[in-house]
Structure formats: C-alpha cells, structure tokens
C-alpha cells in the first residue's frame, strides 16, 4: 500500500541501514520520478526530520523492535489525526521497503498482526465559518467599499460566489482562464509550495477532481469583469496579484 523502490546500494550496506536513510533515498527517488510534488515532498521530510531524532530511526533497521515503534507511536496520541497518520506512512514505507530488499524478513507494520496506527486524543478547535448573517454583512461591505480602500473585493467576492478554493484563486490566468463569452471559468491549477516553501504556481490542480470549468453565473460575471477593468498587467496573466506584480501567497490573505 505505501510502495517500495529498488534502490543500488551492497549488502554490506543493507546490513547497516537504518529508517532514516531508508525513507530519505525512497523520498528523493519518488520526488526525482514525479511520484510526489514539491509541497508533498517537503512536508514528507519535515516528518522524517522529526522521525530522525528518535533514537529507533538511526539504529539498523534489523534491529529495531516492535515494542520501540508501539512506544513511540503510543507518545504520538495527543498529536492530530494527520500527524499521526502522516508519521505513521512513514514508518510502514520504510519496513516495506526493507522486507523488499530482504534486509528484514519479520515485517511487523503490515499483516494481520501488524502495529495499528494510534487512535488521536487530541481535541481539534474547530474552525468556525461566517453565519449567513455575517456572510451577508461581508457581502453588503465588498460591494460597497472602492476598489482603492478594498484592493482584495473581488478576489474575495469571487471566493464567496463560486466556492473556488483560494490557491485556485490566485493563478488565474485572464488570457487562458476566463471566457467571458461562454461564461467560463477553467480551474486547471492551483497555488502550492517548492521544496523551499516558496508559494508557485503548480503544474495541476490540487486533486484529481479539481480540474473543472465552472459556469458563471450573472453576478460572478459582473465580478470577473470589474476586476479584469482593475487588473494590473503582469507576466504570468495573474487576475489577481500584488502592486509589484506578483503573486499573492495564500497563507497571507487567510
């Protein structure tokens, strides 16, 4: 379920590897064949630093036992759903990867007899979405502010009347995104992150759904086209984008 990759290394090697080494080499292999993108692959290695300071993941991997990764995946309860789930991958790849090599033959995190992943105790504060009042009190607002008080109206009005994700928001391109003679909207890729963290414009949309046209409805059309007249010429054709021509990032507007 997690995958395995051949990777060239000897058998004196093997002997001595250990589950940090294992996941980084499958890590920049599957980033190397396009398995994984940037955004994935940073995050992934943001949870195997983690990994990497645990005493477990430096030693052989012939020589960990199952009592340690339970310990340590036991010390993960209080951490969110994804946490856990995101580490939890990470820990089964690596000892896939290993029985695949025949470094280990006793694959504990997999069978019927596997190590579970640990259920999250971990009490989330859930994120509270605008009423329909406060909805309309921001609707009235947008649509009565100036452009030059509320550089952002349409951005956001176009968010709110087309349920668009804000990441497809932002790289919008009004050459090759906008159809305002069929009333067409192409979301064909979203914003997301290089193995720096710097926000880019990524190849796809964020999931496999996501690539769709949407219809303008008559105020939708009415927004697209007052910020098409408000629109700063740039590069990349950016619908929105800052004053130095560039693009927004995402994490700044939220």
Not at 70 to 88: C, D, M, P, V
Not at 146 to 167: A, D, F, H, Q, V
Not at 172 to 179: F, M
Request: glycine fraction near 4%; charge should be positive; hydrophobic fraction near 30%.
């Amino acid at each position: 379920d997690y995958g395995v990759t051949v990777l060239p290394v000897s058998c004196e090697q093997l002997k001595k590897e250990d589950i940090f080494h294992i996941l980084e080499s499958v890590l920049k292999e599957y980033y190397k064949l396009g398995k994984i993108k940037q955004a994935t692959f940073k995050r992934k290695n943001a949870t195997l630093k983690k990994l990497q300071k645990e005493k477990f993941t430096n030693i052989p991997i012939t020589k960990v036992k199952r009592e340690d990764v339970i310990r340590y995946l036991e010390s993960l309860k209080s951490y969110s759903k994804s946490t856990i789930k995101q580490t939890y991958e990470l820990i089964c790849m690596a000892f896939g990867q290993a029985t695949y090599e025949n470094i280990i033959t006793d694959n504990f995190m997999t069978g019927w007899k596997r190590v579970e992943k640990p259920k999250s105790e971990y009490k989330s504060h859930h994120r509270k979405s605008l009423t329909i009042d406060e909805q309309k009190k921001l609707v009235d607002y947008l649509n009565s502010v100036s452009y030059e008080k509320c550089p952002n109206k349409y951005l956001l009005l176009l968010l709110l009347t087309t349920g668009m994700r804000i990441g497809e928001d932002l790289v919008l391109d009004y050459e090759q995104d906008i159809d305002l003679n069929n009333a067409k909207i192409y979301i064909r890729k979203t914003q997301t992150k290089n193995i720096s963290g710097k926000a880019i414009i990524g190849e796809t949309a964020k999931t496999e759904n996501g690539e769709r046209t949407l219809t303008m409805t008559n105020i939708s059309k009415s927004i697209i086209e007052s910020a098409l007249e408000h629109k700063i010429a740039n590069k990349n054709h950016f619908l929105f984008c800052k004053e130095d021509k560039s693009m927004f990032n995402h994490q700044y507007l939220n």
